[in-house]
Protein backbone atom coordinates (compact mmCIF):
# COMPACT_ATOMS: atom_id res chain seq x y z
CA UNK A 1 0.00 0.00 0.00
CA UNK A 2 1.28 3.60 -1.01
CA UNK A 3 1.66 5.56 2.15
CA UNK A 4 0.73 9.02 1.55
CA UNK A 5 2.80 12.22 3.14
CA UNK A 6 1.30 15.63 2.49
CA UNK A 7 4.74 17.46 2.78
CA UNK A 8 5.40 16.03 -0.92
CA UNK A 9 2.28 17.98 -1.53
CA UNK A 10 3.44 21.30 -0.78
CA UNK A 11 5.86 23.73 -2.98
CA UNK A 12 9.34 23.22 -2.77
CA UNK A 13 11.34 26.52 -2.61
CA UNK A 14 12.66 25.99 -6.05
CA UNK A 15 9.06 26.51 -6.93
CA UNK A 16 8.28 29.57 -4.37
CA UNK A 17 8.70 33.44 -5.35
CA UNK A 18 11.97 33.79 -3.80
CA UNK A 19 11.63 37.43 -3.13
CA UNK A 20 8.01 39.99 -2.70
CA UNK A 21 9.94 41.68 -5.10
CA UNK A 22 9.44 44.79 -3.06
CA UNK A 23 13.08 46.84 -3.16
CA UNK A 24 14.43 48.38 0.11
CA UNK A 25 14.93 51.97 0.28
CA UNK A 26 17.26 52.69 2.12
CA UNK A 27 20.79 50.52 1.55
CA UNK A 28 21.07 50.18 5.53
CA UNK A 29 18.13 47.89 5.82
CA UNK A 30 20.91 45.43 3.86
CA UNK A 31 23.94 46.82 5.27
CA UNK A 32 22.85 46.22 9.02
CA UNK A 33 21.78 43.24 9.33
CA UNK A 34 24.39 41.75 6.58
CA UNK A 35 27.46 42.95 9.70
CA UNK A 36 25.65 40.87 11.91
CA UNK A 37 25.48 38.21 9.75
CA UNK A 38 29.27 38.41 9.05
CA UNK A 39 30.01 38.91 12.93
CA UNK A 40 28.25 35.66 13.12
CA UNK A 41 30.36 33.79 10.75
CA UNK A 42 33.05 34.94 12.89
CA UNK A 43 31.79 33.66 16.49
CA UNK A 44 29.96 30.86 15.18
CA UNK A 45 32.53 29.88 12.57
CA UNK A 46 32.79 26.19 13.67
CA UNK A 47 28.75 25.43 14.38
CA UNK A 48 26.82 24.42 11.39
CA UNK A 49 23.35 24.20 12.94
CA UNK A 50 22.16 28.15 12.59
CA UNK A 51 20.99 30.23 9.75
CA UNK A 52 21.40 33.59 9.58
CA UNK A 53 18.70 35.47 6.39
CA UNK A 54 18.70 38.80 5.12
CA UNK A 55 16.12 39.82 3.15
CA UNK A 56 14.88 36.33 2.63
CA UNK A 57 11.50 35.22 2.22
CA UNK A 58 9.49 33.29 5.32
CA UNK A 59 7.08 31.13 3.81
CA UNK A 60 5.20 29.32 6.57
CA UNK A 61 1.74 28.25 4.63
CA UNK A 62 1.94 27.51 0.81
CA UNK A 63 -1.72 29.25 0.31
CA UNK A 64 -0.22 33.29 2.67
CA UNK A 65 2.43 35.45 0.94
CA UNK A 66 6.02 35.16 2.70
CA UNK A 67 7.08 37.16 5.31
CA UNK A 68 10.29 38.95 4.23
CA UNK A 69 12.22 40.45 7.81
CA UNK A 70 14.94 42.62 6.75
CA UNK A 71 17.12 39.81 8.72
CA UNK A 72 16.24 36.79 10.75
CA UNK A 73 18.22 33.88 13.05
CA UNK A 74 17.35 30.42 12.96
CA UNK A 75 18.94 27.85 15.52
CA UNK A 76 18.68 24.32 14.85
CA UNK A 77 18.77 24.09 11.41
CA UNK A 78 21.78 23.52 8.61
CA UNK A 79 23.97 26.44 7.79
CA UNK A 80 24.36 25.31 4.63
CA UNK A 81 21.40 23.37 2.54
CA UNK A 82 24.05 22.98 -0.93
CA UNK A 83 26.39 25.16 -2.56
CA UNK A 84 23.55 26.98 -4.25
CA UNK A 85 22.36 28.26 -0.78
CA UNK A 86 18.62 29.07 0.03
CA UNK A 87 16.16 30.61 -2.39
CA UNK A 88 14.08 31.19 0.45
CA UNK A 89 13.26 29.93 4.58
CA UNK A 90 10.07 27.62 3.73
CA UNK A 91 9.01 26.02 7.16
CA UNK A 92 8.14 22.72 5.65
CA UNK A 93 11.43 21.82 4.80
CA UNK A 94 13.19 23.05 7.81
CA UNK A 95 11.57 20.83 9.94
CA UNK A 96 9.03 23.37 11.02
CA UNK A 97 11.60 25.30 12.57
CA UNK A 98 10.58 28.89 13.54
CA UNK A 99 13.30 31.80 12.99
CA UNK A 100 13.91 33.06 17.02
CA UNK A 101 14.70 36.33 16.34
CA UNK A 102 13.96 38.52 13.26
CA UNK A 103 14.96 41.97 12.66
CA UNK A 104 13.17 45.25 10.75
CA UNK A 105 15.55 48.73 9.91
CA UNK A 106 13.07 51.23 9.54
CA UNK A 107 13.56 53.16 6.61
CA UNK A 108 11.72 57.01 4.93
CA UNK A 109 9.04 54.65 4.08
CA UNK A 110 6.84 53.26 6.24
CA UNK A 111 6.45 49.91 6.71
CA UNK A 112 4.51 48.66 9.56
CA UNK A 113 7.22 47.49 12.05
CA UNK A 114 5.18 48.43 15.08
CA UNK A 115 1.78 47.00 14.12
CA UNK A 116 0.80 44.82 11.56
CA UNK A 117 5.12 43.34 11.47
CA UNK A 118 4.83 42.66 15.17
CA UNK A 119 1.20 40.92 14.80
CA UNK A 120 2.58 38.82 12.28
CA UNK A 121 6.07 37.76 13.90
CA UNK A 122 4.23 37.22 16.91
CA UNK A 123 1.47 34.73 15.56
CA UNK A 124 4.42 32.63 13.71
CA UNK A 125 5.82 32.55 16.92
CA UNK A 126 9.32 34.45 16.59
CA UNK A 127 10.72 34.71 19.86
CA UNK A 128 12.41 37.94 19.58
CA UNK A 129 11.44 40.69 17.62
CA UNK A 130 13.75 43.66 17.48
CA UNK A 131 13.27 47.53 15.22
CA UNK A 132 15.78 49.87 14.65
CA UNK A 133 15.78 53.14 13.68
CA UNK A 134 18.98 53.65 12.19
CA UNK A 135 18.73 57.47 11.34
CA UNK A 136 18.46 60.02 13.67
CA UNK A 137 15.51 62.35 12.10
CA UNK A 138 13.29 59.15 12.39
CA UNK A 139 13.62 58.85 16.15
CA UNK A 140 11.40 61.89 17.73
CA UNK A 141 8.76 59.04 19.30
CA UNK A 142 10.75 55.77 19.32
CA UNK A 143 13.70 54.35 20.75
CA UNK A 144 16.51 53.83 18.06
CA UNK A 145 16.37 50.12 19.27
CA UNK A 146 13.32 48.21 20.50
CA UNK A 147 13.68 44.53 21.34
CA UNK A 148 10.56 42.71 22.23
CA UNK A 149 10.05 38.78 23.35
CA UNK A 150 7.24 36.70 22.84
CA UNK A 151 5.18 36.48 25.93
CA UNK A 152 1.92 34.26 25.68
CA UNK A 153 0.96 35.22 22.54
CA UNK A 154 2.21 38.91 22.92
CA UNK A 155 5.32 40.86 22.40
CA UNK A 156 6.52 42.29 25.48
CA UNK A 157 9.15 44.95 25.32
CA UNK A 158 12.45 44.46 26.64
CA UNK A 159 13.79 47.19 29.21
CA UNK A 160 17.67 48.95 28.00
CA UNK A 161 19.57 49.46 24.75
CA UNK A 162 21.14 46.19 25.30
CA UNK A 163 19.04 42.77 25.36
CA UNK A 164 20.48 39.75 26.56
CA UNK A 165 18.73 36.58 24.67
CA UNK A 166 19.34 33.75 26.61
CA UNK A 167 17.87 31.48 24.40
CA UNK A 168 20.30 32.67 21.63
CA UNK A 169 23.30 32.75 23.59
CA UNK A 170 23.62 36.42 22.83
CA UNK A 171 22.74 39.85 23.66
CA UNK A 172 22.06 42.94 20.85
CA UNK A 173 22.31 46.52 21.07
CA UNK A 174 23.72 49.42 18.91
CA UNK A 175 27.31 51.51 19.35
CA UNK A 176 29.34 53.64 17.15
CA UNK A 177 31.74 51.27 14.72
CA UNK A 178 33.00 51.10 11.37
CA UNK A 179 31.92 49.03 8.65
CA UNK A 180 33.16 48.70 5.13
CA UNK A 181 34.80 52.01 5.69
CA UNK A 182 31.62 53.54 6.92
CA UNK A 183 31.88 55.06 10.62
CA UNK A 184 28.42 55.31 11.94
CA UNK A 185 25.95 53.72 14.77
CA UNK A 186 25.79 49.41 14.02
CA UNK A 187 24.06 46.91 15.52
CA UNK A 188 26.32 44.11 17.32
CA UNK A 189 26.10 41.05 18.97
CA UNK A 190 27.47 40.48 23.07
CA UNK A 191 28.41 37.84 25.44
CA UNK A 192 26.93 37.29 28.44
CA UNK A 193 29.93 39.71 30.04
CA UNK A 194 28.66 42.65 27.67
CA UNK A 195 31.78 42.27 25.16
CA UNK A 196 31.21 43.01 21.74
CA UNK A 197 31.88 40.60 19.23
CA UNK A 198 33.92 41.37 16.86
CA UNK A 199 33.40 42.29 13.58
CA UNK A 200 35.74 40.87 10.32
CA UNK A 201 37.39 44.40 9.70
CA UNK A 202 37.89 44.58 13.83
CA UNK A 203 39.85 41.61 13.72
CA UNK A 204 41.83 41.89 10.33
CA UNK A 205 43.09 45.56 12.41
CA UNK A 206 44.13 43.33 15.28
CA UNK A 207 46.34 40.92 13.34
CA UNK A 208 47.47 43.78 11.62
CA UNK A 209 48.24 45.26 14.69
CA UNK A 210 49.82 42.09 16.29
CA UNK A 211 51.93 41.95 12.92
CA UNK A 212 53.32 45.51 13.22
CA UNK A 213 54.09 44.86 17.13
CA UNK A 214 55.85 41.45 16.20
CA UNK A 215 58.13 43.08 13.83
CA UNK A 216 59.20 46.05 16.27
CA UNK A 217 60.35 43.40 18.47
CA UNK A 218 62.33 42.04 15.98
CA UNK A 219 64.33 45.06 14.88
CA UNK A 220 65.05 45.65 18.56
CA UNK A 221 66.41 42.55 18.54
CA UNK A 222 68.25 43.27 15.13
CA UNK A 223 66.78 41.02 12.95
CA UNK A 224 64.85 42.38 9.86
CA UNK A 225 61.36 41.35 9.87
CA UNK A 226 61.35 40.68 5.73
CA UNK A 227 63.34 37.80 5.91
CA UNK A 228 60.99 35.84 7.99
CA UNK A 229 58.91 33.94 6.35
CA UNK A 230 55.81 34.23 8.16
CA UNK A 231 53.35 35.44 11.02
CA UNK A 232 54.05 32.09 13.06
CA UNK A 233 57.84 32.02 12.64
CA UNK A 234 57.74 35.81 13.87
CA UNK A 235 56.13 34.83 17.20
CA UNK A 236 57.89 31.97 17.80
CA UNK A 237 61.55 34.07 17.48
CA UNK A 238 60.28 36.40 19.75
CA UNK A 239 58.99 34.14 22.54
CA UNK A 240 62.65 32.43 22.42
CA UNK A 241 64.07 36.11 22.50
Known amino acids: MLQYNP ?3 LPSSAELPDSDDTPVDNELQNLIPNLLAAILALAWSQRTDWFFGVDMAIYYAPSQSPLVPDGFLSLGVERFVDEDGRLSYVLWEEDGIVPVF ?6 KTY ?3 YEQ ?3 DYAQLGILYYAIYVPTRRYRRKREPLEIYRLVEGNYVLQPGA ?3 MPEIGLAIGREQGTYQGRTREWLYWYDQEGRKLPTPEELAQQERQR ?3 LAQKLRELGIDPDK ?3 LTQLAQIVGRA
Open 228 to 230: ISG
Open 211 to 213: AEQ
Open 117 to 119: KKL
Open 102 to 107: ALEVVS
Open 162 to 164: RVW
Open 7 to 9: LDC
Open 111 to 113: GGE
